[in-house]
């Protein structure tokens, strides 16, 4: 008894940094949101949520106590400072692959992406790019701004070009943005997740970093988000994808625009937790 | 800057009302609901939320941009005084119908949909009515009183007469009502969409009204409402009904019981939003 | 007027005890739940939620005021005094069993099951349990205590024996808990309800007990729930498996785990309501 | 156990109609609530929240359990039919006058206290009335209608006539209402509860009817109503005042428009519940 | 009807910007907020629950439909982009206060008065302020950054310089933040509006900017807001400070921090509208 | 950065356990709650939002950063199983004592000041005892139960005897329980803190455990609890209350019944955790 001040981690996050692979951290920024903010809570109740929880996955047959996970908290973060906010996720991730492991980031919301593919390129040029959403996120800016949680796609093509960046589950956007995608500079699936199998066997050997924008979900499933946009997909689907994914090579990866405030049941909440449980069991080799 | 007072639509529905072939405009009355009250503020609450999409359909491939739809507001409605309510939406109801335009109220109760299929009728004797809805809504009276949420389609039987209107989705009634429908009076479908397609197809060419109580819907995807009643239809079967629909002649339409105060995360409203805007570009010619 | 003082029943559950052959009762006791308290607001809550449904279902072509139900409110349980709550919990199912009726218990945690099972089972020592449940319940203990709601089918076993508990849905546990029902222990199906048929088949004539925990639906559809675990049946689901029941010999059920303050809504609680409305109907003989 | 179906009473108000003196009912009605409605929901819930309460008051040193009450539970009143609901009320409160007993009523809205004084009027023709409101409640009319919750205290003036009306607390309301009431129709008391003793002096050995709208308190005391107004009494000062009555002789009274749907975290209810309790006991000789 | 598209102002705001010598005007703004932020939705949310108002205030005697108020609506502010927000808010004040009316500001949060005292300041530079709020707002940076809601004082002191800052109600802030003050750069009065009689008639004839952080009131009377901070001012205190400002010449003055989200009841709305209404009273000449 | 393991203390607790001299911890325990639990979440909830507060009191110019305390986390107390859990909180009060440090828990119900004030007593015969409530917590038993929140100062009396127990704010229990009090068992203030410099000013040199059952606040200040109880002190009572006890010998203290679930604006939590700062910088020497 006594022994520490009190620790909070994700379930079963309970490695040392120096022995852990993973490396889960929460990236509490949520400062270019349009609609409803409120993203930059997610880690922090998702640790406390986490514990309604069991640690094995009857899906994966597999139990995160057999892990070496570590759950380093949430960044700190200057609120109103976008930029410091993008290099300080920039830094945290480039020291977690210069460790040699693999960095998971909760977000906040899907601009904290930006900065981590970019350590992640930085690293491994020949990087992909799987991104689940509900929005296309190929904004060229937000009324004038380039860096903008719609835009964070289009950022991250910027530098990674056409044919790295596969898309999912998208069902709105502006027209163009639709037609740009279409144009061949991103592989874009709307409304559902055809052609994912395809997809996965044709990056299997490459390093892919994995967005998962949790508004991909239907509503239904998952109200507690900024943007809620009715007709996407269901937890029976999302959870299949993850385990469709056993077989890619996961170098880096994020979920992220949990908003705890309109989760009053904590049911939106618990499908983040749970999402993040079964990617970290997933990926584990 | 500082033009106008403050101007509040549904999104894009930035149309003049003469150049308007649309009209939109919301009837906050719920004076007879049994159960839980509030619909009264749907339409007011759906302004605002309507920014969090986007004016593009990816289903349809359609942008509201490219259309001309007025959104007029909130008719004013004395609470406590049905008739008089129920007057003022009939009166509204017409004079967008002189004016050759197509009305489409966002309701409200269910109620309010019988003045305004009462005006449509007035003016296209052969009208036919599409209603989707988890109740029967065919009551000859509620404790007593004809004129009820519960009865409003038996109302409208009252002049419409036999094989004029078709239920979709129906769930909960009166043993009463579903033997009512079923001596042929309406054409009900119970649970689901069965038979939408033929029925559309029949209906080709003549003049509908189509009446959308949104708790059709599963409350898992919709449950801000009065009286969310488990076992009906996904927001895709919705939409999809909806696509189907481009090739009817809808010549007034309404959209109702929306409750925002049981929205707490805001999805209902996000669902509701989402239908006015499909609506919407389907029924552009 | 003013014969009675108050009296609140579920809907249509008027009969007098003499007169019933099934006797609905609230059990209010969550003394072990070890995540988010206050299923024992379940029963109250929802005898005045009922209100919401009608008494007639589409589904079954019943209607409950064909049928002698009797609501005896809730059983008054001594809070932190877990011994005590099971006691008069075993003994008021014991009285109804004597009576020669049929006990239909509204829980409170899922311990609650434990005492009515024992009930049934020392009057039909023939008993087979049917257990709905997104968590396997199979605990030896829980930090050293043997009763707690996680271990109540455990417990349940102790007496019942081997291949007499068939579990469905069931998402959530620990890798031994698993492993133990796959040991012959009991007849578990993971995720979803794959084998009821056959289950219900091969248990015509003898007698049933039959255990729905609330959250074996997704939480989208049953948010309202201590532990919510994504991945769920559909509404559509239970209410099938509920109809597939008419032939079973069911001498005692209960429904249990709605936590209301978590149903900000009331979507949950109208499933709950329904199901025991669907329930009530399909035990009449 | 099993004798009687489930009752449901305010705490300790358990005698039957025939032994009570005092006879207390709910009046589920909100049909001309113009903001936001729901107060139809306040006796049902109250009676299930008075369990938090004691029956003994140590501000009285008196306990329910010494007196007869009797809790009839709510009155069926059509919604959407203002007249009937009305009249039900009237006849309600009749019957106990005319048996002998005094009528205590849970709202609903305001307007339900119109038929009330009028039964007691009746009976009581030298009739004088003691409201606390935040809100006039004297308009001719509201948008056309002269029955409504903002006209209920101009309608008791109809027949009451001046000198009759003592109202307290009052804060808001239309110009012409605080000019109308001041040509001497009512005696108004702005702000806060002056004058009050002195009220209470002048109206000994008279028969008075007292209407309580709970938004008299402070919202900070009292969110859960319908229209809040800030710049109330505090509950010490409703206390204090419910003491000072204790002279008084009250032949009938009501406390209304608490809308439980606003009151997220029961205090607004556990207000309501302590203020039915302290006028229950102080009415008693 | 249907002359023009809805307009949507707060309550009896309906001049045209021509006739107006108010201008009231949203600054949705909430970027730098570190706790919780939500702000941003407070004016939109004010116009709608304004008409839970009425016009007449009967502490003034004044009644807003004999004035001329202009309701400009929200401006259009670039989320995660501080600068040109500040920007677009000092235009729009320079702009009102060039046509010779006055600035009425909705925050927000308190970052946006910055820009607003700016433009004032600009145009009376004898400018004093009178700031209520719970914390001192006096951080040379947060976190490294020089333009924060918690340094907004500061930063008006930075260009207007000692004694000309007036700080009532504060209870919350760094022990360097109070020093700073005490050492002669601003009038600080802690906890409470002691000596604010004689910091209004020291200003008298000189112009002053008022802003009004609305956490200067208790949580109890104003709980939706980011940062609660218990032990603040009543709602009677706050009136009545408004009330002896008849005498100042307010040139320019602002309401922020609601935050409409953490408001469940609308209590917290009600009180900001109520303040804007005797306001906006008490400023007319 | 990466160093430790996710860290989550009380707002400015973190110092190492060696070298505090106050140790904070959790006792999440709610077993025996009547009416609405919830409670055992409170010290998890306050770690997070005590980041709304400042470190420094204006109040009694102190600031946390100046002291060392040490914050253990929640103790692991078994649900269902009061007898254990009474007993490891009764460990842990010991250890710390033991230890030479001071322990300041946070509840949980009330019933967890049992063990501690029995830890205290032990090593401190002449222990006194303060208590802030407003039930008077003096029942012989509840439903039979002799350990239970209402019981738990008569079953601390039943070690510490007369005159040992004084009791402030007091407003809601059984006759028997003011009675048992009047004949001298406890010194019980109704209502108020009248007396309580007296008490203080008694107490000089005696060892003191202070216990706050926050619900002694008016519900309009701190709703989030169980059992709302209108007519309590305000903050500034209490934080009044507090300063003044800077002069006694405070050997142990508990601040219990934050039920955070019940406040949704998050006021209430803000309450709780000043009121502990606020304790915290009040009794280091």
């Known amino acids: 008894m006594w022994k520490d001040r009190n620790i909070s981690t994700f379930i079963a996050c309970e490695s040392t940094y120096k022995e852990a692979d993973t490396v889960l951290f929460g990236a509490p ?14 880690a ?29 908290g949430d960044l700190e973060l200057p609120f109103g400072n976008k930029e410091k906010a993008l290099d300080a996720i920039e830094d945290a991730v480039k020291t977690i692959l210069t460790d040699g492991k693999r960095p998971f980031m909760i977000g906040g ?15 491994y040029p020949d990087l992909h790019v799987i991104h689940f959403d509900a929005h296309t996120d190929l904004r060229e800016d937000y009324m004038g701004e380039p860096l903008s949680h719609s835009s964070v796609i289009r950022r991250a093509w910027d530098f990674l070009g056409d044919g790295r960046i596969n898309q999912f589950g998208i069902r709105s956007g502006l027209r163009e943005e639709f037609k740009w995608a279409a144009e061949g500079h991103t592989n874009l699936t709307k409304f559902n997740l055809e052609g994912l199998k395809e997809t996965i066997d044709s990056l299997k050997g490459k390093p892919v970093y994995l967005t998962i924008d949790l ?15 009715p007709g996407g ?9 993850i385990k469709m994914m056993e077989t890619l090579d996961i170098i880096g990866l ?25 990617l970290l069991l997933t990926i584990q080799k």
């Not at 920024?29 to 997610?42: C, E, I, L, S, V």
């Not at 094995?56 to 892990?67: G, H, K, N, Q």
């Not at 997909?233 to 994808?241: K, T």
């Not at 979920?255 to 983040?272: C, F, K, M, N, R």
């Open 29 to 42: 920024f949520d400062g270019t949101t349009t609609f409803r903010p409120g993203t930059r809570f997610a």
């Open 109 to 123: 919301e899907h601009l904290v992406s930006l900065p981590a593919i970019k350590a992640c390129y930085e690293k």
């Open 44 to 72: 922090e109740v998702m640790r406390m949520e986490s514990y309604g929880l069991e640690t094995y996955s009857p899906y994966l047959d597999r139990d995160m106590e057999d892990y070496s996970i570590f759950d380093g």
């Open 215 to 229: 508004d991909v979900l239907d509503p239904s499933v998952f109200p507690g988000t900024g943007t809620p946009e």
């Open 233 to 241: 997909i269901s937890f029976h689907d999302l959870q299949g994808a």
């Open 254 to 278: 994020d979920v992220v625009e949990l908003a705890p405030h309109y989760d009053q049941s904590g049911a939106s909440t618990a499908v983040a937790c749970k999402t993040v449980r079964e």
